[in-house]
Nanobody, 123 residues
Framework: QVQLVESGGGLVQPGGSLRLSCAAS????????MGWYRQAPGKQRELVAA???????NYADSVKGRFTISRDNAKNTVYLQMNSLKPEDTAVYYC?????????????????WGQGTQVTVSS
């Protein structure tokens, strides 16, 4: 069984910074792309940032230049460094990873999701 555990959310003032972490654990054979999504009340979940196994990144226009996604493959962990935070960044942030589980009999990858961590930006 594979699971993703997120940490690092909290309350921060506008202009502040926060770093989210997401560690994958379990019967992991390999991890392909990893990413962060967010969802505010009454809104759809949206992609914030993604990173491939080779380190190629992609960001939502709203966070470019402010957020940085990175990963530590040895630790099966993905990070999201959030700087210059704005009130509109307030949301529940979810970790996502495309993972192949060696306990599954078919060799293919599936998307796994973390439980979400609340980020609130307010003065």
């Amino acid at each position: 069984q594979v699971q993703l555990v997120e940490s690092g959310g909290g309350l921060v003032q506008p202009g502040g910074s926060l770093r989210l972490s997401c560690a994958a654990s379990g019967s992991i054979l390999s991890i392909n792309a990893m990413g962060w999504y967010r969802q505010a009340p009454g809104k759809q979940r949206e992609l914030v940032a993604a990173i491939t196994s080779g380190g190629v990144t992609n960001y939502a226009d709203s966070v470019k230049g402010r957020f940085t996604i990175s990963r530590d493959n040895a630790k099966n962990t993905v990070y999201l460094q959030m700087n210059s935070l704005k009130p509109e960044d307030t949301a529940v942030y979810y970790c996502n990873a495309e993972i192949t589980d060696w306990n599954l009999r078919k060799s293919r990858s599936y998307d796994y999701w973390g439980q979400g961590t609340q980020v609130t930006v307010s003065s």
